[in-house]
């Protein structure tokens, strides 16, 4: 019986003593092989109002809104002028030749090569409606207007893509 | 053949008349099944040992005969002798365990293993319980069958049956069924065993204590030198119960080590499900009229319970203590899931929390001395194997 007792005592004891070292190991394990992530830092910069540096991804934007402006204008004969404006900032854009693909352009000294797909666009001819004789009597025909129907899909505007093109 | 051979066909009949407690037997073989299957209760290991009872308890008993010169022994009996009695089955069973841990809510707060040390409380109360009936006329329990039932305290199953294995090798008294089926059926019973003992032990501000879980990333790193270096520390500290915790830790980092993905999933399943099988029938084979039908077996259900009792309390009184100590900040409900019954304990600490409280989840933070006392048991039981010769 006491010898039961003694054995008792000192399990006890080892089981708290292996548990408490391989707590410690553990701890230990924890500092020198952790992969050094913080959890829940949030990290605060300092912003100076209106001396916002222009970052690489804000000129990418504004090379593809030149890029669809040079386009809209151009198809009006117009030509795009060389600072533009976003939100009261100004940006100096070059845009190289609207007719070949990759456009290059230059937004802040930052170049860019605008294309679609592998080829760029398929070149588009002039849509022009087609006015044929129609013999006196015959059946008309759907006009123009049915072979080319009204956009069904969506544009796109700086907020991405957005509702059907009214 | 002659008109006496016809008489074999009905041997079974005269055996009964011999042995009439096999039927005894055989019901509680049926017993463990309808608990297994109707109940729910423990199902992969109660349906193979009362299978293994119903096998080893039919007339004749040539399922368990042993092997003699020029005549080979009943397929329980080569169960048993090839892999339990030698204590394989356990270990890899352990393999599968480790294989299925997941260590990282302990790593992430290693603060809560000590609790999984308290809750051993029980394997050696019982132990001493065990030793104190043995000093009656109608027991007869030494040092060895007093480590086999106090080992049951620790909840852990294989751990218990290997134990018990080892003790009857030192010359013990073959109780292995009565502490296996004890073991087992208070596994399933800790929804029932542990919720009183808590409530009892804690007041309702006590168990109403939230700890917000801070999810803590462990880094790959660590859970695969985890294993190893618990293998090596185990090793030296407890070498009796290296065994144990070396295969498991083997099991672990299969798992945790993320490029043998074939041996992680064949070690939880497959291995695991053999294992299991060829386990339950194994013990269930060792349950025979001679050896379970006694006092003692009697005996050995109450102290298991006294055991597994005792084990809760012993984490929850530490966990106690932490709560003072934190400044109310550790819920002590989370020392019950100390006994190593994964993730029992822990699910019946969520619910008693979530009871209290539907917004109070400790799930997470019992986790963590749940599977801590899977290695406080493993270790109790090297100071067993290493101090009773």
């Not at chain 1, 292996?18 to 500092?31: E, K």
């Not at chain 1, 940006?91 to 456009?103: K, M, N, R, T």
């Not at chain 1, 002039?126 to 072979?147: D, H, I, L, N």
Request: hydrophobic share 50%; net charge neutral.
């Amino acid at each position: 019986m006491i010898e039961g007792l003694l054995i008792s005592v000192v399990g006890m004891v080892v089981v708290f003593v292996a548990l408490a070292i391989l707590m410690f190991m553990i701890m230990g394990m924890g500092r020198l092989l952790s992969d050094k992530v913080v959890v829940g830092s949030v990290v605060v910069e300092e912003v100076v109002a209106g001396k916002e540096e222009v970052k690489a991804e804000d000129t990418a934007e504004v090379a593809a809104i030149a890029l669809a402006l040079a386009s809209y204008l151009k198809e009006r004969g117009k030509a795009l002028g060389k600072p533009i404006a976003i939100s009261d900032v100004q940006y100096q854009v070059e845009i190289g030749a609207l007719s070949h693909f990759p456009v290059s352009l230059m937004v802040n000294q930052d170049s860019y090569r605008a294309a679609v797909g592998d080829e760029g666009l398929p070149t588009t001819e002039q849509v022009s409606p087609k006015f044929v004789a129609r013999a006196k009597g015959t059946q008309s025909g759907p006009g123009w207007r049915s072979a080319y129907p009204p956009s069904q899909g969506k544009y796109w505007s700086r907020r991405g893509w957005t509702g059907r093109a009214s | 053949m002659g008109l006496s051979d016809l008489w074999k066909l009905v041997e079974g009949f005269k055996d009964l008349e011999e042995h009439p407690l096999m039927i005894v037997m055989l019901l509680i073989g049926a017993v463990l099944l309808y608990l297994g299957i109707a109940r729910r209760f423990e199902p992969l290991l109660l349906i193979p040992i009362g299978t293994g009872i119903i096998l080893a308890n039919l007339p004749l008993g040539e399922l368990i005969k042993p092997a003699t010169e020029g005549q080979s022994g009943g397929f329980l009996w080569y169960f048993y002798k090839y892999t339990l009695s030698n204590e394989l089955l356990p270990l890899l069973v352990f393999l599968g365990l480790g294989a299925l841990t997941d260590f990282e809510p302990m790593l992430s707060n290693p603060r809560t293993i000590l609790l999984g040390a308290a809750a051993q409380l029980g394997v050696f109360c019982a132990f001493i319980g065990t030793l104190a009936l043995g000093l009656t006329p109608w027991f007869h329990f030494g040092l060895k069958e007093a480590a086999s039932v106090g080992i049951i305290g620790g909840a852990d199953g294989p751990t218990t049956i290997y134990v018990a294995t080892s003790m009857i090798e030192r010359g013990g008294r073959d109780i292995l069924g009565a502490v296996a089926v004890a073991a087992y059926s208070y596994m399933a019973l800790v929804p029932i065993i542990q919720p009183p003992i808590i409530r009892l032990l804690t007041t309702r501000e006590e168990r109403l204590i939230k700890m917000p879980y801070t999810f803590r990333p462990v880094s790959k790193r660590t859970m695969i030198i985890f294993p190893i270096a618990t293998a090596i520390v185990a090793g030296f500290l407890v070498p009796r119960a290296a065994p144990l915790i070396g295969i498991m830790m083997f099991g672990n980092l299969l798992r945790e080590c993320g490029v043998v993905e074939r041996l992680s999933k064949t070690a939880q399943n497959e291995l695991m499900n053999i294992v299991i099988m060829l386990l339950g029938l194994s013990v269930g084979s060792t349950m025979t009229a001679k050896a379970f039908l006694q006092l003692e077996t009697i005996a050995i259900f109450v102290l298991g319970l006294f055991a597994f009792a005792v084990s809760t309390a012993g984490g929850v009184l530490l966990g106690k203590l932490m709560c003072a100590l934190s400044g109310r900040k550790i819920n002590p409900m989370i020392g019950a899931a100390g006994v190593s019954a994964v993730p029992m304990a822990a699910r019946v600490v969520q619910n008693m929390a979530t009871k209290e409280d539907p917004s109070n989840f400790l799930i997470m933070h019992a986790m963590g001395p749940n599977v801590a006392g899977v290695i406080g048991t493993a270790t109790a039981a090297g100071v067993f194997l290493a101090l009773i010769n």
